[in-house]
């Protein structure tokens, strides 16, 4: 990749139009992450390069589309995002049952890109670095959708976008934590977790009695079934799946999805 400086950043950043905030943020006012913070982005990296020639592959979504995709902070289906998306480019991050537009991934790891363009040609992608560095690479690209590969090799914020036929894609966060992968576990009260099985502990200071959801099924909740009400709820879920927790009280649903790691003990604060 080309390295460009601040005044290039400033000049792409208003030829196309886009907000500035998230890619000038000073470095020492960055949020740092921890391994930890990335277990809930399992699904989205692994810790091997890929066995692939590098560059662009084309890929193909039937048989492989998501479960769903989650943008601006809201989730929703493929089939209603594909009746939405019109056009326009796209860049996602893909994991194994869904795509995303920001995750946080351990410092070495490798995720998949995929870049959606109808017309195909020639594309630029550029990378803001956590240094505040503005990096550029040429691809070709396939009409349609297309993967590449990112390698998460510094600490910190990656801000990737791409500009084919003019038009730019929407923009993507790889948080990039340090420390090393898998996380070690942390003490946590009480037993830990069953063969097989992560630990979650959800605990709130001021919601009590709340009920909780995994993948749509009621398992229990605070204050119920013999359990405590004192905000803390805790319990087993498989390890090594991707699932879906919810805990719903006081009128509102509160959820977290990501690959919870067998042996590892989890704690969601509400």
Do not use: C
């Not at 363009?117 to 240094?131: K, M, Q, T």
Request: hydrophobic content about 35%; overall charge neutral; aromatic content about 12%.
């Amino acid at each position: 990749m080309k390295p460009f400086g601040l005044k290039a950043l400033l000049l792409l950043t208003l030829a196309l139009g886009m907000p500035m905030a998230s890619s000038l943020d000073s470095p020492s006012d960055a949020v740092t992450y921890s391994s930890e913070d990335a277990s809930s982005f399992a699904e989205f990296f692994a810790m091997e390069p890929p066995a692939t020639s590098g560059g662009v592959e084309r890929y193909s979504t039937p048989g492989r589309e998501p479960s769903s995709v989650t943008f601006g902070g809201r989730s929703t289906s493929y089939s209603a995002y594909q009746s939405t998306r019109g056009g326009t480019n796209a860049l996602w991050i893909m994991g194994t049952s869904s795509w995303t537009q920001r995750v946080v991934a351990p410092l070495g790891s490798y995720l998949s890109l995929l870049a959606s363009s109808s017309g195909g040609g020639r594309a630029e992608f550029y990378e803001i670095r956590p240094d505040g560095r503005l990096l550029s690479s040429s691809y070709t690209l396939y009409p349609g959708h297309n993967r590449l590969v990112f390698h998460a090799d510094v600490v910190g914020r990656h801000v990737l976008l791409f500009v084919a036929d003019g038009q730019p894609s929407n923009v993507v966060i790889v948080d990039v934590a340090s420390g090393g992968w898998p996380p070690s576990p942390g003490p946590a009260p009480g037993p830990g977790p069953s063969p097989g099985y992560a630990r979650v502990i959800f605990s709130s200071t001021w919601l009590k009695g709340y009920s909780v959801f995994v993948d749509g099924s009621y398992v229990g909740g605070d204050g119920q079934g013999g359990d405590p009400l004192d905000g803390t709820f805790s319990l087993n879920v498989p390890g090594d799946r991707y699932q879906v927790l919810q805990i719903s009280g006081g009128g509102r649903t509160y959820s977290e999805r990501g690959t919870f790691l067998s042996g590892y003990t989890y704690k969601l604060s509400i």
